[in-house]
């Protein structure tokens, strides 16, 4: 069996595995901890060059206080989940059924239409900012979260429609093949066949698409602009000075942000496990 489980190496692998798993795990986690001590530094101690050195000062409650106090990161929180939750939505549904349609009727331009789901995935998208920047000017949608949010359903829905067709793709086909007999109709076999068995891939899907729509950063700036409409990751600038460099809230927005995606995961993570390691072993 490849790769030899660490229980069974040598005596010296083992010693050198234990030894290198902190240390790695270590360097892993160093600029989220960077981040994190930053976020609770007062600013005299930032100004003084003391980056990396134990606090002066532990500003916890301060400086949390203040970015929802002081800055629009409500706002941009309120953007976010805007425009993410209405994407995860919007692209799961779509490629559930195109991913049905896709996997299960056998027609002439089957594999071309699946080519075109995948070539997208394939398309440099800063290529796409000017044409992408022109066509939501034209549409009107400049600078809204639904604009924002209508070409991420557009842009994930290829990636999406990968997944679930190649999850369906490995259902039992005799499963639908009993329910035509049965008379049942297309839609039905749809909704009360395929689609219960396809909730842990639904979950998985929806925390990955999450976790790329919250995170994302280009299209947020390419298409959005000011308070009332940019998601957090492109506000996180806006909390600097004008003058200074206010980095100890700009990490502790950071820290802020950062625990949706987080929550998400680990509210799904069972669900996330399993859809991603089903059909993985017989």
Not at 39 to 64: C, H, K, M, Q, V
Not at 236 to 256: P, T
Request: hydrophobic content about 55%; some cysteine.
């Amino acid at each position: 069996m490849f790769p030899t489980p660490v229980e069974k190496t040598s005596a010296k692998v083992r010693i050198g595995y234990q030894v290198a798993l902190p240390i790695t795990l270590i360097v892993w986690l160093l600029p989220l901890i960077a981040v994190a001590l930053t976020s609770i530094r007062s600013a005299g101690d930032i100004n003084a060059g003391n980056y990396w050195g134990w606090p002066t000062s532990f500003n916890l409650i301060e400086n949390y206080t203040a970015i929802f106090t002081n800055t629009p990161i409500g706002q941009y929180l309120l953007n976010s989940f805007k425009v993410t939750i209405p994407t995860v939505i919007g692209a799961v549904a779509l490629s559930c059924m195109t991913g049905f349609a896709l996997a299960v009727y056998k027609f002439k331009s089957n594999l071309p239409i699946f080519f075109l789901f995948v070539a997208g995935n394939f398309v440099p998208f800063q290529i796409l900012m000017v044409p992408v920047r022109d066509l939501t000017l034209q549409m009107g949608v400049y600078n809204t979260w639904q604009g924002l949010a209508l070409f991420h359903i557009a842009f994930q829905t290829g990636f999406c429609t990968l997944f679930m067709r190649n999850f369906i793709k490995a259902l039992p086909f005799e499963l639908i093949e009993a329910a035509r007999v049965e008379g049942v109709t297309e839609i039905q076999i749809f909704w009360h066949v395929v689609l219960p068995l396809m909730k842990p891939a639904i979950a998985a899907l929806a925390v990955l698409i999450f976790t790329f729509i919250w995170n994302d950063y280009f299209w947020a700036t390419v298409l959005t602009q000011g308070a009332d409409n940019q998601p957090i990751t492109a506000g996180l600038y806006s909390l600097n000075g004008q003058w200074v460099s206010a980095w100890h809230l700009v990490s502790a927005g950071s820290i802020v942000a950062a625990l949706p995606p987080v929550a998400m995961f680990f509210l799904m993570q069972k669900h996330f496990i399993a859809g991603l390691t089903l059909g993985a072993v017989k």
